[in-house]
Structure formats: C-alpha cells, structure tokens
C-alpha cells in the first residue's frame, strides 16, 4: 500500500498546533489583561487538542510524527516564546506574531482539499480543524484589535489634546490681539 499523499500536510498541522499552543499560552501567562488572557486560553485548548487529533491520525495510518519534515509555521520559534514571555506590551506582541491573511487576501485552507485521495475520516478531521481555526482566528483578531485600539488610545487622546491646548492659546492670542486694539 502506498503512502498518502496528504502526509506531509498532517505532519505540519500536527507539528504547527503544538508549537501554537505553546506560543499562546506563554502570552496567557504573560498578559495581564483578563479578556485576551481567556481568548489566548481557549484557543491554545484547540491548538494542543489538534496536535493531538493530527497524530493520533498519523498514528492510525501508520506513521508518526516528523518535526524534521514538517512545514515550519513558526520561525525562530524559541527567540519567538522568549518575546512572547518578554515584558513587551500586548500591542508588540500582535505587530511580531499577526498572521493576517497572507496579504493576498486568500484563503489559506482552501487548498486542503485539492487532494482528492483523502479518504473519509481524514477529511471529516480536516473539515472541523479548518472550521474552529477560522473561529479561532476570529476570536484572537477581536481581542488583538481590541488591544492596539486601547494600545493607541493614550496616543491619540494625548494628541486631541494637544491640538485643543493649541486651538485654545490661538484663540486667546486672538482675543488678547482683539483686546489690545480696542
């Protein structure tokens, strides 16, 4: 029997999520803020159960897991938990660790299913990892959102007013030149 075709795209899954939930729960215990804190949590549970669920089916087709081989998501992954245990702010660590879309604005599982010998209950696994890693990126982007939006608030409060101060002091040296005329 020869070997599947899609090996090699289990493998990095499996070796990926474990690398994830590593990644996000040092950042859990970093942060102090509570609801990123909880978002983090939850989606290192799901990362660590798919390491879990992409080996054990490696396992059932009779290989096992490869690191060596596996596409590796995470570079410079040991600098990368480092910065994440670091004292950088939330925001830093969303500017270093964003994934975003590619840029190219696709899809990037939609060519999971390209291969067309998956058998069944690979495919039903492969459906709910890609389904609940949208939700999780979801999740994760509201609360990385949430914290660059308060990261920039003092900033952009502190220039608002600023530019009041500025208006008010040309508005008094107006009034003071409006005074001195008359």
């Known amino acids: 029997m020869s070997e599947p075709t899609y090996l090699p795209l289990l493998n990095s899954i499996a070796v990926n ?3 994830g939930e590593i990644l996000l729960n040092a950042w859990a215990d970093a942060t102090q803020d509570e609801a990123l804190k909880q978002a983090l949590r939850f989606v290192a549970i799901r990362e660590g159960e798919h390491h879990w669920a992409f080996t054990k089916r490696m ?3 009779g290989h ?5 081989t596996a596409f590796q998501f995470f570079k410079d992954f040991d600098d990368l938990v480092a910065f994440i245990r670091s004292d950088a702010t939330d925001a830093e660590k969303v500017a270093r660790t964003s994934r975003g879309d590619g840029g190219d604005g696709k899809d990037p599982f939609a060519s999971f299913f ?3 010998s ?3 209950q690979t495919g039903e696994l492969l459906g709910r990892y890609i389904a609940e890693e949208r939700d999780s990126g ?3 982007k509201a ?3 949430r914290v660059c939006v ?3 608030a003092p900033v952009s409060e502190l220039a608002e007013l600023k530019a009041c101060v500025e208006t008010l002091q040309k508005e008094l040296a107006d009034l003071k030149r409006v005074r001195s005329v008359a």
């Open 150 to 152: 308060a990261s920039e």
């Open 118 to 120: 998956i058998d069944p």
């Open 17 to 19: 999520e474990a690398k």
């Open 114 to 116: 390209n291969d067309t």
């Open 138 to 140: 979801r999740r994760l």
């Open 143 to 145: 609360e990385y959102d």
């Open 64 to 68: 096992a897991v490869c690191e060596e």
């Open 59 to 61: 396992c059932e087709l």
